[in-house]
């Protein structure tokens, strides 16, 4: 289902004409399920609450993603126990994740209500209470990793292959559905802690480059041919997979190598890295997690850290499919090299119109002076 709906979605998705500056656009926070509900053209008003972060109710959503890891680690203590087939599903995580919630979307009501200004730049919005729920994340998803290491290496000999492919896709729910959004949010802040665990993260997935990609890449020309997470209208979900997935890989070496990279920020521990030694990071630190399973439950264990990242990688950008596809965006004029391919390639396509246009206007006018001389008694011969 993963892999196909998107193929089918795509057929019935318009092309969209992104702004200049996203800043020119107010800012509406929206959960996923409204997003969706204004996506099939059902109304979304926002509305402000002031009270919308008072007390502990408006965090607990945010430890919800926490039944994942819950899920995943009780199928497997489930399997070693022997406690039934009923709950030693392997499964139980990935079904949570692709049945469960998006039968909950359609169930639970819309969320449109948003903090007000004041409150959202307030000392409540920067509350540790909030930052918990991302905070406690890696040791979680590590926590998740080893047992997955662990099961595979030491009773998947005893599974069957659907409760293996079920490990694999639990596991991969917990750190790529999750993980990398986690991850997302915390690459995003400019502290040095949150930016190891965004490189924490990342490592246990070996994604540690998109970081890079992501912040300095994408984020500068999405909606752009440049940009190896768009994907034009037309262009298959498998194909994209691909392109994104080595793009990415490309870009965070230019973009490394460029010198972007020298900003404190991007380093795990607060510390320049540059060029080079930031991309050996970026390898080093996936390769220091494979060879902890390896030292740890032997070849299954990095052979199950391999298969879990792929699927990880794969969530990340089935989503960036989705959200990405047919995105068209007009940049500005000032003059890069990546702006002045993206203006080469809207140029071609500017100039590919304007010919179809003439040709349809030279077709239209010799097929109006061939009607207006029938209407006068005339025969068009073959000459004509």
Known sequence: VVLVVPVCAHEHTEAMELPVSPRSSPRVSASPASAGMQAAGAPLVPRTDAKRLEGVLPVLPFFLPYILPLLQLHSIYAHHAGLGAQWANTWHAATFAFAVLPLLELAVPHDTANPTEEAARGPKARSVWFKLPLWLWLPTQTLCLAAGGWAYATMGERMSAHQ?????????????????????????????????????????????????????????????????????????????????????????????????????????????????????????????????????????????????????????????????????????????????????????????????????????????????????????????
């Open 164 to 384: 293996v492919v079920g490990l694999v896709l639990s596991t991969g729910s917990v750190t790529g559905g999750i993980g990398i959004t986690v991850a997302h949010e915390l690459l995003h802040q400019k502290s040095a802690f949150e930016s190891a665990l965004a490189h924490a993260l990342l490592s246990e997935v070996s994604y540690v480059h998109w970081l890079l990609d992501h912040r300095y890449g994408h984020h500068q020309h999405v909606g752009t041919p440049v940009d190896p997470a768009t994907a034009p209208r037309g262009m298959s979900v498998y194909y994209f997979v691909v392109k994104s997935a080595a793009g990415a890989y490309v870009s965070s070496w230019r973009l490394a190598l460029s010198g972007v990279c020298s900003r404190k920020w991007l380093s795990p521990a607060g510390k320049a890295l540059t060029g080079l030694s930031y991309m050996a990071f970026a390898h080093a630190a996936p390769a220091a997690v494979a060879a902890a399973l390896y030292a740890a439950f032997g070849p299954r264990g990095a052979t199950f850290f391999a298969l879990q990242a792929f699927v990880a990688v794969l969530l990340l950008e089935l989503v960036n499919y989705i959200e990405h596809y047919g995105l068209f965006r007009t940049v500005a004029t000032k003059a890069t090299p990546f702006s002045a391919a993206v203006a080469a390639a809207a140029a071609a396509r500017e100039s590919a119109a304007v010919d179809a246009a003439a040709a349809a206007a030279a077709a239209a006018a010799a097929a109006a002076e061939a009607l207006a001389r029938c209407g006068s008694g005339g025969f068009i011969s073959s000459a004509d």
